[in-house]
């Protein structure tokens, strides 16, 4: 962490701070000097992350902090090139990004904040807010369905996929150090508590409602069926956790040299 | 590559690009710049560099702004909508201080336009497109040489000066095939972004002395933090008015105080003329047929072409407007680049336009030569 960097901005009780420690404790606990660690975060609460690691960091646009490591990370593919955002910024605005890069399945690690709201713009509905959730756009409820992160990841072909809540905080640490040492594209989804802008609306008023649920209601299956593990948010539902998806598949580079090589020298 | 060669303007701009050292591009296909797209596609691997198709024109730009600042020289194309999706990261290619090369092939617009078909519509997003201030070099070619040699002022600009920098080319001038001449690499002088001169523990990102602060690059040591947020000299963000004050003006003077030495034109035939022709792009080859029919006929014309429209060639227009007696400003829009006319000559400015779909021919402008003369 920069030390001099914090106080962060976050809220109390934000999940945002745990989601930072455990990508920092991945980091120090990985085969990767921290050096040789980037970090790259788009806009929103989750974006400012980037100014607070103490490795390299770039703070881009909102929606586009995938596209940018994609140009980075293929100009140096020695760094382990690392995404910090959130929901809004991953999977609203720049959702196309992130099926595309998980399709083509470059090397990158892609850590979703999902808290199921705009925190930052003062908690306006997204593509993550569970059908029928009140937040300051959606005063009748969502009328939306929500995505299905790990479903909609792992269909996009990604090499590891996971889901765990900020307060997982050993399991999350676990998965981010799994997430840097695959070949491929590496998606883990943090549940992150957003008491000001997401439960405030949603009968998790204090700081500790939405850790309870979140805590209460965590099962963790990692060979869940991916169709069923959709959040709802609703009290009586569970919370599915787990490291989904952990397979080998040729990354982008591996395919792209393997062709390359067979072509070029096919040629000669 | 040196030597003579018959090619494509879009197919000599990826030659001129590869010899400036361009080792990266990322872009959506689009017409008319396809052919960009399809040659570099062929080239970069070739070259030891990447071809990367990215699933829109927002994250093409933002692809290429990353690989820049993990140090290659890189470049994307577009055209018309292609280009209005990128200028948000115009923004953040001027705020993040990444060098890096966008080339618009125009084609008629608004929105969806003529595909297959030339303008110069695009002339004054290229100034001023992206929301907030800044200043915006463009260079605009006029052959197939030029789209060679342009694109090599290109990348020097933009590393030069670590901004953005445009080549505001056209359909025709993408599309016509003429004779290339490729200079040996001795010849072509390149230039690269400023690095830091000290190891990463005497660096000291707060030493802005530099109008053009040296560029840290990732991997090396120096703990980098880059934000499109403005920002103090540490790169941390920081959002005030007095640190807006500080940043912003440095932004803009990387470019205003070197207006000089980047701003470049062509003058022909001026030193007794009573009419000026402003042109720019492909309107180079017709404007100077038009002169030339217009001399014949005893009308004492001239012409000044703008090579980089932005920054505008104030100096030049002013000039010009204190010799001649009315200038004509002939370009492939309803009227653009002629208000920077308007604003700095001293003379009446008469405006020759079209909405796009075709180039003029010589005799149109030649028409309204006459007509500005009487
Ligand atoms: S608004 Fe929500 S996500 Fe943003 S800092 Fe506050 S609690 Fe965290």
Redesign the pocket.
């Given at each position: 962490m920069r030390a001099h960097r914090l106080p962060h901005?976050?809220?109390p009780?934000?999940?945002?701070g745990n989601a930072l420690r455990c990508y920092v404790e991945a980091m120090e606990a990985s085969d990767t000097p921290l050096d040789k660690h980037v970090c790259v975060s788009g806009i929103g609460?989750?974006g400012r992350a980037a100014g607070y690691v103490n490795v390299d960091s770039y703070h881009t646009t909102h929606g586009r902090p995938i596209p940018f490591a994609t140009g980075l990370k293929l100009v140096r593919p020695e760094l382990e090139v690392t995404v910090f955002s959130g929901d809004g910024d991953l999977v609203t605005i720049g959702g196309n990004h992130l099926i595309h890069a998980a399709r083509r399945n470059l090397d990158l690690n892609v850590l979703c904040a999902n808290?199921f709201n705009y925190?930052?713009t003062g908690?306006q509905f997204g593509a993550t807010t569970p059908y029928a959730a009140r937040t300051t756009t959606t005063p009748y409820g969502n009328f939306e369905q929500a995505f299905n992160l790990p479903l909609l990841v792992a269909a996009s072909g990604a090499t590891f996929v996971s889901r765990w809540t900020s307060l997982h905080v050993r399991q999350l640490t676990k998965a981010i150090e799994r997430a840097f040492e695959v070949d491929g594209f590496a998606f883990v989804e943090i549940l992150?508590?957003?008491?000001?802008?997401?439960g405030r609306k949603n009968e998790f008023a204090d700081a500790l409602a939405e850790m309870t649920h979140f805590r209460e209601k965590a099962i963790v299956r990692h060979d869940a069926d991916l169709r069923e593990v959709g959040i709802t948010m609703r009290r009586e539902d569970p919370i599915i956790l787990g490291n989904f998806v952990d397979e080998e598949r040729p990354s982008y580079f591996v395919g792209k040299d393997d062709l390359l090589k067979s072509v070029l020298e096919g040629r000669e | 590559m040196t030597g003579e060669h018959f090619m494509k303007g879009d197919e000599a701009l990826v030659e001129g690009s590869i010899a400036a050292g361009c080792r990266f591009y990322a872009g959506y296909p689009i017409t008319p710049s396809s052919e960009i797209a399809e040659r570099m596609a062929w080239r970069m691997p070739l070259v030891g560099g990447d071809y990367i198709q990215i699933e829109d024109e927002m994250g093409s730009l933002a692809a290429v702004i990353g690989a820049s600042c993990a140090g290659a020289k890189a470049m994307t194309a577009t055209s018309g909508p292609g280009f209005s999706l990128m200028m948000e990261h115009i923004g953040l290619a001027i705020m993040l201080e990444a060098p890096c090369v966008v080339v618009d092939i125009q084609r008629g617009g608004p929105s969806t336009g003529l595909p297959t078909l030339m303008s110069q519509g695009d002339m004054m997003q290229a100034r001023w497109g992206s929301h907030g201030d800044y200043e915006m070099v463009a260079y605009a070619p006029g052959t197939v040489q030029e789209m060679f040699d342009f694109a090599i002022k290109a990348f020097n600009t933009a590393e030069r000066f670590r901004v953005p920098v445009l080549v505001m080319g056209d359909q025709i001038v993408g599309q016509m095939t003429a004779r290339l001449v490729i200079p040996s690499e001795e010849e072509i002088e390149v230039s690269y972004r400023p690095l830091p001169d000290v190891p990463p523990e005497e660096y000291s990102p707060a030493d802005v002395s530099r109008l053009v602060p040296p560029m840290v690059l990732p991997g090396e040591g120096y703990g980098l933090h880059m934000t499109a947020l403005t920002h103090d000299e540490f790169g941390y963000p920081e959002t005030s008015a007095s640190r807006q004050e500080s940043l912003v003006p440095r932004l803009i003077r990387k470019i205003k105080e070197n207006e000089q030495d980047i701003v470049e034109y062509e003058e022909r035939l001026l030193d007794d003329a009573e009419v000026g022709l402003v042109v720019y792009g492909s309107m180079k080859g017709p404007g100077w047929e038009a002169v030339q029919a217009a001399r014949k006929e005893g009308i004492k014309a001239g012409i000044l072409r703008l090579i980089t429209p932005w920054p505008f060639p104030r100096e030049p227009v002013e000039r010009l407007s204190e010799r001649v007696a009315a200038i004509l400003v002939a370009e492939v829009n309803m009227g653009q680049m002629v208000h920077s006319v308007r604003e700095y000559a001293r003379c009446p400015v008469h405006h020759l336009g079209h909405p796009g779909g075709r180039i003029f021919h010589p005799d149109e402008i030649l028409r309204a030569l006459r007509k500005v003369i009487t």
């Open positions: 901005i976050w809220c009780g934000c999940g945002l609460c989750s808290n925190g930052m908690g992150s508590p957003c008491p000001v802008g997401f | -």
